[in-house]
């Protein structure tokens, strides 16, 4: 091992090099196409005040809609959340809006040579289904994707205290939600999967063919439930409603999928 001045000399060696060392302005696009991120955010208060408003009244109504048996999850509450509630609650605008967000970000990525374009053309998005996911101890979600839509998103409203892990260095599995790469893998520039232990107000957006489950958990203090709302969406441009008018066909757009959700179209 060096001795202290063999090492300040080594710091003092380092430093003329850097004084010597050339730096240049250069552009920079860093360009990745073929992958579609998981956009990470926090709900405004007001927002995350209104959903949990709006979840304890559905889980305390007898009356509510089940959606678990369209649904991987093996977790025994799973209620569906009405859009008039939304409407009602003056948010529904506020996850278009966020949807939309995710939308031009991903296709500036996608298109990075035609931002312009992209940030130009008009969008539609719809939410169709929303539903929560009251999760107790030892239920959990599978990997999975999302299918007859093209965005999903999810919020947390509740997270409880877990129990420490048995094994120190798996220390932020339990009760996460982990997402698996939807790119070719490489170990020495990209991870996967990325686990998140997400806290209150938490949002995810992500493309629906993203595979991602959640772990179950231990609880033995205070609120076990680990309470999430989702919802799936899909979306076109102003430019593919022409198209599909021109070609009078709409399979599969906006206008056909609020006929089968039973909503109204945009």
């Not at 889980?59 to 509450?77: C, P, W």
């Not at 299918?147 to 599995?173: G, I, W």
């Not at 806290?199 to 179950?216: C, E, K, L, N, T």
Request: hydrophobic share 35%.
């Amino acid at each position: 091992m060096s001795n202290r001045r063999e090492r300040r000399q080594a710091e003092r060696d380092a430093k003329k090099i850097d004084k010597n060392k050339k730096s240049y302005e250069m552009p920079m696009l860093l360009l990745q196409p073929w992958s579609v991120p998981v956009l990470q955010s926090k709900l405004p208060q007001e927002v995350l005040d209104v959903m949990i408003k709006i979840s304890d009244d559905i889980i305390n109504d007898k009356e509510s809609i089940s959606h678990g048996e369209y649904l991987a999850g093996q977790v025994d509450t799973e209620l569906r959340v009405p859009h008039e509630l939304l409407h009602d609650a003056k948010i529904m605008e506020f996850f278009n809006g966020f949807c939309e967000h995710f939308i031009r970000t991903v296709k500036c990525q996608q298109y990075p040579y035609d931002v312009g374009r992209v940030q130009a053309e008009k969008l539609f998005v719809q939410m169709l289904t929303m539903w929560i996911v009251s999760q107790q101890p030892n239920e959990y979600n599978p990997i999975h994707i999302h299918t007859e839509c093209q965005l999903s998103c999810v919020m947390y409203l509740k997270v409880p205290k877990f129990e420490p892990p048995r094994k120190a260095h798996r220390n932020s599995d339990d009760g996460s939600i982990t997402f698996i790469s939807n790119s070719p893998k490489d170990s020495e520039f990209g991870a996967s999967p990325m686990t998140i232990r997400p806290s209150v107000g938490d949002i995810f957006i992500f493309s629906a063919a993203q595979q991602h489950g959640v772990y179950p958990y231990r609880c033995t203090e205070g609120d076990p439930e680990r309470r999430s709302i989702s919802f799936n969406a899909i979306f076109e441009t102003e430019t593919d409603r022409k198209v599909n008018q021109t070609r009078k066909t709409r399979r599969g757009t906006i206008a056909e999928k609020a006929k089968l959700y039973d909503l109204k179209e945009l």
